[in-house]
T-cell receptor, first 115, second 115 residues
Framework: AQTVTQSQPEMSVQEAETVTLSCTYD???????LFWYKQPPSRQMILVIR??????QNATENRFSVNFQKAAKSFSLKISDSQLGDAAMYFC????????????FGQGTRLTINP | DVKVTQSSRYLVKRTGEKVFLECVQD?????MFWYRQDPGLGLRLIYF???????EKGDIPEGYSVSREKKERFSLILESASTNQTSMYLC??????????????FGEGSWLTVV
């Protein structure tokens, strides 16, 4: 079974600075999907970014980018020019292409933005 | 926009009560999921359904059951609530198809307290 590990329960960053959230995973599959989800205090889980394992190019979405290291099974999220609205819980998640689309989540990282 | 609606945001129930958590999605998605979210544990899958009247156990199904009589509605049932079921419950949905990795959409969550 796949597992996802986020080793940083909490992180903080100064507004306008850059922060990187770590995520590692374990799988024997060669093709899969990885996601970062954001959960603000309102609790609505929002998709931040998605990476397909067969694509070597790292995904980017505006200020959000990932560093996908397939061999190391690492999938970190970089937030540039941090804004107060980025404060949230961030979850890394794994999705197998086989069977039903069941996301496997990490433990989450709470990100605080200091003004 | 996809909308996943959980009818109850906050519930307080007594030990031994039967509890229903309702979830409705408006995008004709085949897949629906119930997750439980606890601090330090991330989100864990309770049950999922890939079609009407179809259901499969997730990672932590004990003490729960589900019902999917209509495509848009997926209910989570706690037959006899216990204090260790106090948690945040998240419903999600996604479309099926030959291309896996489709985005999964979440509801706002239901906070359940069992006293």
């Amino acid at each position: 079974a796949q597992t996802v590990t986020q080793s940083q329960p909490e992180m903080s960053v100064q507004e306008a600075e850059t922060v990187t959230l770590s995520c590692t995973y374990d799988t024997s599959e060669s093709d899969y999907y990885l996601f970062w989800y954001k959960q603000p205090p309102s609790r609505q889980m929002i998709l931040v970014i998605r990476q397909e394992a067969y694509k070597q190019q790292n995904a980017t979405e505006n200020r959000f980018s990932v560093n996908f290291q397939k061999a190391a099974k690492s999938f970190s999220l970089k937030i540039s020019d941090s804004q107060l609205g980025d404060a949230a819980m961030y979850f890394c998640a794994y999705l197998s292409p086989e069977g039903a689309q069941k996301l496997v989540f990490g433990q989450g990282t709470r990100l605080t933005i200091n003004p | 926009d996809v909308k996943v609606t959980q009818s109850s945001r906050y519930l307080v129930k007594r030990t031994g009560e039967k509890v229903f958590l309702e979830c409705v999605q408006d995008m004709d998605h085949e897949n629906m999921f119930w997750y439980r979210q606890d601090p330090g544990l991330g989100l864990r899958l309770i049950y999922f359904s890939y079609d009407v009247k179809m259901k499969e156990k997730g990672d932590i199904p004990e003490g729960y059951s589900v019902s999917r009589e209509k495509k848009e509605r997926f209910s989570l049932i706690l037959e006899s609530a216990s204090t260790n079921q106090t948690s945040m419950y998240l419903c999600a949905s996604s479309v099926s198809g030959p291309t896996s990795g489709n985005t999964i959409y979440f509801g706002e969550g239901s906070w359940l307290t069992v006293v």
